[in-house]
């Protein structure tokens, strides 16, 4: 049997019902909305749900999408999946099977049957690393969104009523900075690191409602987010791994207005300089392509397409967070 | 030996007359505007060396054998990145012919996402797709 022929059967098994009856003491449903696609959700525990669930909008959507369950080794024994040379991470894109193994030091395997339209986030060891806990299997998002419009990016997207601005650039360059004075300020958040744009339309559409927050800015937001979680530490990136689903309503989506990429280079109040679409496209695409396995040039060109559909700026953000949101609202208006 | 632009984990993107171009396989991303973007697209037009310096030179006027030294020694540069590799010629395409005036071709190296590419959990996940364990053929024999 191919490895994408044991993997359907597996996560067939996982979805059957008597199965998961008998091996889930306590599953949990949630349906959500994740982009352009209604989600249904299963945990097989309260402990699974508390790691995931905040991260997700959950609302009922029209259609469900994505069957998608979070389950561990205590509840599907899933080894036979695990690759070959299980110390390195694996991409499989096989028969309508999409896979990934990473191992890392806490090892999770993502599937999903892009045709059964079901999906399994498997953790062997019970738990996930906590950067993932922001952004759970979005790996099997970018999958369904394989020959459509949409494209995941790594990048914040806030709006105000001129429309909506991404935000996009490389670690410390202050997006999450700009995103949440945006949201404190009343705007719309759809997300701080990675969300849902539409590379034909423009229309952009949040993924999660989590935020990740260093813990240097934890003061600057404090009346904001209400209480902090414990900090994560990724490769020396410390980060509050934040649920922003008391925002309500106002986590969502909109039209593309304007693309700003956040840099400091010491203006005191924030400041525009027009950049180019390959500054857009340099600016979106790394960690893009790195953090989704699969299809890369169709991410490239998905990518170079969102980088051509709205003036481009470089944005240095000034000195205080709080004069961010005023001069963003300007710069969209003026366009 | 002709020359490709068609090189694994190696994305390409033009917008108007600049090329970017990014390796997957080691973080690296490059620029090529002006002369140098031209050669790479004369190249991805299924160019030779001297075809594309006889090109540059018959619109520019220039000496065409001060411009063919440039560009074999900017395509040197590039095969030594792995922006472009030996192998089958890339289709050609009648329809290319080089904007600009000359200058000396060179590319932009931006390295700093490489530490990036190192912190990311699943950067190498790829082409090898999922080997079979020896379990999951006993599995299939079963």
Do not use: C
């Given at each position: 049997m191919k490895a994408s022929g044991l993997i359907r059967q597996e996560i067939a098994k996982v979805f059957a019902k008597a199965d998961f009856d008998k091996t889930m003491s306590e599953p949990i449903e949630a349906q959500a909305r994740c982009g352009p696609f209604g989600l249904r959700l299963g945990f097989a525990s309260q402990d699974l749900a508390r790691m995931f669930l905040p991260?997700?909008?959950?609302r009922p959507p029209d259609t469900i999408d994505l069957d998608l369950r979070f389950i561990t080794a205590a509840d599907?024994?899933?080894?036979?999946?695990?690759?070959?040379?299980?110390?390195k991470p694996r991409l499989l894109i096989e028969d309508g099977i999409y896979s990934v193994w990473q191992p890392a030091v806490i090892p999770v395997l993502y599937a999903v049957d892009l045709i059964a339209r079901r999906g399994i986030a498997w953790l062997p060891k019970g738990e996930a690393p906590p950067w993932i806990?922001?952004?759970?299997?979005i790996s099997l998002i970018h999958a369904m969104m394989?020959?459509?419009?949409w494209c995941a990016v790594h990048a914040a997207a806030v709006g105000s009523t001129a429309g909506f601005t991404l935000l996009a650039g490389?670690?410390?360059?202050?997006k999450t900075t700009a995103a949440l004075a945006c949201a404190k300020a009343g705007w719309r958040y759809a997300g701080d690191d990675f969300v849902a744009v539409n590379?034909?339309?423009?229309q952009i559409e949040p993924l999660f409602c989590s935020a990740r927050l260093r813990p240097s800015l934890v003061d600057t937001f404090k009346s904001f987010i209400g209480e902090t979680t414990p900090v994560s530490d990724f490769n020396g990136e410390p980060?509050?791994?934040?649920?922003?689903?008391?925002?309500g309503e106002r986590i969502g989506g909109g039209q593309l207005r304007a693309l700003f990429i956040p840099r400091r280079r010491g203006a005191a109040l924030p400041e525009f300089t027009p950049a180019r679409q390959s500054d857009a496209f340099r600016a979106l695409l790394p960690t893009t392509a790195y953090e989704l396995p699969g299809w890369p040039n169709e991410i490239a060109d998905k990518v170079a397409r969102i980088g051509g559909l709205t003036p481009v700026f470089f944005a240095?953000?000034?000195?205080?967070?709080?004069?961010i949101p005023s001069a963003f609202a300007l710069q969209l208006e003026r366009l | 030996m002709a020359l490709t632009?068609?090189?694994?984990?190696l994305i390409s993107q033009q917008f108007d007359s600049e090329v970017v171009l990014a390796n997957y396989q080691n973080g690296v991303y490059y620029n090529l505007d002006g002369s140098a973007a031209q050669v790479w697209l004369g190249l991805k037009a299924g160019r030779t060396v001297e075809e594309i310096a006889g090109a540059f030179a018959a619109t520019t006027g220039d000496d065409p054998g001060s411009i063919t030294s440039q560009v074999q020694a900017f395509v040197d540069s590039m095969l030594a990145e792995g922006l472009i590799a030996n192998g089958t010629a890339d289709a050609r395409s009648e329809t290319w012919s080089p904007v600009g005036p000359f200058a000396a071709p060179e590319f932009q190296r931006f390295d700093n996402l490489r530490e990036l590419l190192l912190m990311?959990?699943?950067?190498?996940?790829?082409?090898?797709?999922w080997p079979l364990r020896e379990t999951q053929e006993t599995y299939k024999e079963n």
């Open positions: 991260a997700y909008i959950q599907h024994d899933l080894s036979a999946l695990v690759p070959e040379a299980s110390e806990r922001s952004r759970p299997a394989h020959e459509t419009p490389e670690g410390h360059s202050g590379s034909e339309t423009g980060r509050h791994e934040l649920s922003l689903a008391d925002l240095d953000t000034g000195t205080n967070p709080m004069d | 632009t068609s090189v694994p984990l990311d959990p699943v950067h190498d996940a790829g082409e090898e797709g």
